[in-house]
Nanobody, 119 residues
Framework: VSLAESGGGLVQAGGSLSLSCKVQ????????ISWFRQVPGKARDFVAQ????????TYADSVKGRFTISRDSAKNTVTLQMNTLRPGDSAVYYC?????????????WGQGTQVTVSS
């Protein structure tokens, strides 16, 4: 299994971006997949998680109502739709995956994609 993020970039506050996490390999439908974000000098923070269907997604309080995570089994892709972006959302965004629903036990991580929100 390997993961590749895409879709990062520069956007003004209030704008939107859509991040994609492409999962190469088997077992997509069995995987728990999450988005995390990290700014320099700080720990990686949880953003959103999608588990095996029919589980409901979960979100960090800071992004509830603004971000939506979804998974597409036909494309082996997880998407993070980010709306009403704020400067505080600026970070490198990583997707991770594993068979456990606990991200601390994830086996695989992508390289990250930079999101910068200007004020």
């Amino acid at each position: 299994v390997s993961l590749a993020e895409s879709g990062g970039g520069l956007v003004q506050a209030g704008g939107s971006l859509s991040l994609s996490c492409k999962v190469q390999g088997r077992f997509f439908d069995w995987l728990s997949i999450s988005w995390f974000r990290q700014v320099p000098g700080k720990a990686r923070d949880f953003v959103a998680q999608t588990n095996r269907p029919p589980s409901s997604p979960t979100y960090a309080d800071s992004v509830k109502g603004r971000f939506t995570i979804s998974r597409d089994s036909a494309k082996n892709t997880v998407t993070l739709q980010m709306n009403t972006l704020r400067p505080g959302d600026s970070a490198v965004y990583y997707c991770g995956a594993g068979f456990s629903e606990s991200p601390q036990e994830y086996e695989w991580w992508g390289q990250g994609t930079q999101v910068t929100v200007s004020s």
